[in-house]
């Protein structure tokens, strides 16, 4: 058994980064690796070739390792919803829904199919990196935990501790998880590693002394910051960009931050164009008349978030700039709303109800709790394009006869206007075909660049890999990782 566990001072430390990275590094060495996480929170996940859904660190993970991603790399998956609930997903299926008053209850109970999927792992690789989520020193959530020191505990894996200096406080921020930790937790912690460091390296030794002085941990090193980290898919939070300076011929892309945006990766490939800006509108601002485009993104509660997108004046936006020749691309949930009508009537995604949509497309929607997963191959705008649907509900109506898109084997997806200002689609992730990627994009009058998304994330993992071969002890990381 072997297996190498990497745990945080707290969220966003850098730890789906960093087990990317050491996934590519150890893949490059002619090691059979493969990632883990045992319970993941995000509504960014990705569709994997057992038909399941895991959360899309874990996917770009399995790329690092040059594996396909399956669903026992993240066995449980938590997507928030409306009101205060997540979506159960255990081994890649939805399964219920968690409220906040029942999540430790709900959660404890699924240690043994956690255990199940990490050991099927084990069997298949030399070793495993497994990746915690949030922080062990939440000692308020100690008690039937499966993300962390619980996990650790069952398996008797080796943890090392990820702190993040940019944040500062990272001292205090390790030494202090040794401190409120049961020492039983904290003796399974061999190690730390300092990450997302600027400068001089050598201004912090004496800091780095100091934490193996106070903890008793060894240091495995300090990691950089890392510019080739921004061209890898965000999970956690919609990063927020200053816009580049203004150049003739770019062209605005728009995409309103909704409360339960998913999958919001899906316009990473944008975000490479040198003849397009893509701008995230947070809310309070309003979406700039002067967009080529406006994206409405995937959601994890339609109706919640139409809701808010109607609150925030942006349906009004989107009218105008569709009334004005703009064009418009609703993306799963996004699509939705671009329609007449949406129905939960049971509730699948929060209260039950309905709601007028956009009126932008002339179909309607109904949420039912059959969740379509797939892996997709399609044409659409005179290019081929690879995706991935994920969704629940059903689209109809007399738009659906004109789609999108047709899919392997003739299947229609989507709809579009009669003038094609107007889009809608379930399929995630072909913008990052550069085919239609260009298609789309000449229709703002914008030439595409023609890279391949899949190239630049790959090559983006290569640079991230070789950094942490330089700052690391890639060794005796591994040394630890087999000792078992």
């Keep these: 058994m072997s297996g190498l566990m990497l745990q945080g001072t707290g969220s966003d430390v850098g730890k789906s980064v960093l087990t990317a990275g050491l996934c590519r590094a150890l893949a490059n060495r002619s090691l059979r690796v493969l990632p883990f996480k045992p319970q ?151 190690g730390f590693l300092i990450n997302k460091f600027r400068g001089d390296p050598r201004l912090f030794e004496d800091g780095y002394r100091a934490i193996e002085r106070l903890t008793g941990w060894r240091g495995f090193g300090v990691v ?43 316009l990473d490939p944008l975000k490479a164009e040198p003849e397009i800006e893509l701008v995230m509108i947070p809310p ?27 609150e925030q004046g942006w ?59 797939a892996n997709v191959t399609g044409a659409a705008l005179g290019a081929s394009f690879t995706g991935y649907e994920m969704h629940m509900g059903e689209t109809d109506g007399p738009g659906a006869a004109h789609p999108f898109a047709l899919l392997e084997g003739g299947r229609p997806d989507g709809a579009v206007s009669a003038d094609g200002r107007v889009i809608g689609t379930y399929c995630h992730g072909l913008l990052g075909s550069p085919g239609l990627r260009s298609a789309l994009l000449a229709k703002l009058g914008a030439a595409g660049s023609g890279l391949d998304h899949a190239t630049t994330v790959d090559a983006a993992l290569d640079e991230l890999a070789e950094a942490l071969e330089t700052h690391l002890d890639i060794e005796n990381l591994i040394a630890l990782g087999l000792s078992r």
């Design 40 to 190: 993941n929170m995000s509504n960014n996940a990705a569709v994997t070739v057992d038909g399941g859904e895991i959360g899309r660190a874990q996917a770009l993970q399995a790329v690092a390792a040059r594996a396909e991603a399956h669903t026992d790399m993240n066995p449980v998956l938590l997507k928030p919803q409306a009101d205060m609930t997540a979506q159960l997903i255990v081994h890649g299926r939805v399964r219920g829904t968690l409220g906040a008053g029942n999540f430790r209850e709900g959660r404890r109970p699924l240690l043994g199919e956690v255990l199940e999927s990490y050991r099927r792992l084990e069997g298949r690789c030399d070793l495993v990196v497994i990746e915690g989520a949030g922080s062990p020193a939440e000692i308020n959530l100690r008690e039937g935990d499966i993300a962390n020191m619980g996990f650790a505990r069952a398996t008797d894996t080796p943890v090392v501790l990820v702190g993040d200096i940019d944040r500062g406080g990272v001292i205090a921020a390790v030494v202090g998880t040794k401190a409120v930790i049961d020492p039983a937790d904290a003796a399974m912690i061999r």
């Design 224 to 266: 950089p910051w890392l510019a080739s980290a921004r061209r890898l898919p965000s999970e956690d939070a919609v990063v927020l960009d200053a816009p580049r300076a203004e150049a003739p011929g770019r062209k605005l892309v728009a995409c309103p931050i909704l409360p339960r945006i998913a999958n919001f990766d899906d």
């Design 284 to 310: 309070g601002q309003p979406i700039p008349a002067a967009a080529a485009l406006v994206v409405l993104p995937g959601s994890k509660a339609t109706l919640a978030d139409l809701a808010f997108l109607r």
């Design 315 to 373: 349906d009004v936006d989107v009218i105008a700039h569709r009334r004005r020749g703009g064009l418009v691309l609703g993306l799963c949930g996004g699509f939705q709303m671009l329609g007449r009508r949406i129905a939960d009537p049971l509730g699948i995604e929060g209260p039950p109800g309905e709601a007028a949509g956009l009126g932008l497309l002339e179909v309607e929607t109904r949420l039912e709790p059959a969740k379509r997963l």
